[in-house]
């Protein structure tokens, strides 16, 4: 076992599907020789060659055209786009080409793709570097969305991207890149996408999360009254999404909190709890509450801390839902 960072333990995860698969490419602004704007690819380029890690020009549409039609002729291309709101440029490629192939070719064609973004905020990043966009990728049909929020989930969610048949998007919290350690195997597993995570079992409330939030759930949880217990649910994939967990959790709990840091309005945030009224409502005993980002543009560092949910708003929303 190794004691890594989030970026470590993608690092080695790439590492190490490069080593056992020469198929895996790597392409991106910066991800060969500075080996990337976080440093996550660091080494690569040095170890596997100018040819597998390879420098593009700053075009996203072009990063991710050209990785498509790698995937389309039997390599497994891991583009990265430098920060999440430059997806932008690249969107027609990730929705009209990468995401439909599979059912344009009636399965005869697939992309095994996987796009590596830094996402979130909290990191004091210009505008378009702090966003969080994955309820858009997740409206998509045809892509997998998914986002870790610790290193040893990223090391086996990433390498679980890599080996799908199928086009992912693989969201990086950048505000806990390195924010903390854990114990990951040094030797290859997968977590399956797809799969929720229980991280701390509870039987009066539900509090589901994803990515970086799941710290902000995990420190209001501690300065809750010991009386209440939440039983906290990490996503994982943001889709497929994992409908048994969460509906067989709130059904046990009745009440539920959703928190993330996408603006609320539409937000996956809204389809969970959609999808609990949907399953669970003769078993609620509250209202499920939202604790998410403003419906604005993600302010400026001033007042990015503000936007984000934090331990404080959390907590507020996981008493109020759990004394309605």
Known sequence: MANLTLVQAINLALAQEMELDDRVILLGEDVGKNGGVFRVTEGLQARFGES????????????IGTAIGMAMAGLRPIPEIQFEGFLGPA???????AARYRTRSRGSVTIPLT???????????????????????A??????????????????????????????????PKRIYRAF?????????????????????????????????????????????????VELIDLRT???????????????TGRCVVACEAPKTASMAAEIATIIQEHCFLHLRAPV?????????MPYYKLELDYLPDASKIGEAVMQCATY
């Open 52 to 63: 597998r890690v390879i420098d593009s020009p700053l075009a996203e549409s072009g990063i």
């Open 91 to 97: 969107y027609d490629q990730i929705t009209n080409h």
């Open 115 to 137: 796009i590596r973004v830094p996402v979130g905020g909290g990191i004091h990043a210009p505008e378009l570097h702090s966003d969080s966009p994955e309820a858009i990728y």
């Open 139 to 172: 409206h998509t049909p045809g892509l997998k969305v998914v986002m870790p929020s610790s290193p040893y989930d990223a090391k086996g969610l990433l390498i679980s991207a890599i080996r799908d048949p199928d086009p992912v998007i693989y969201f990086e």
């Open 181 to 229: 350690r854990e114990e990951v195997p040094e030797d290859e597993y997968t977590i399956p996408i797809g799969e929720a995570k229980v991280v701390e079992e509870g039987t009066d409330l539900t509090l589901i999360s994803w990515g970086a939030t799941v710290l902000q759930c995990v420190e209001a949880m501690d300065k809750l009254p010991d009386d209440l217990s």
């Open 238 to 252: 943001i889709y497929p999404i994992d409908i048994d967990r969460i509906t067989e959790s709130v059904k046990k």
């Open 289 to 297: 509450q939202r604790v998410c980002g403003f419906d604005t543009v």
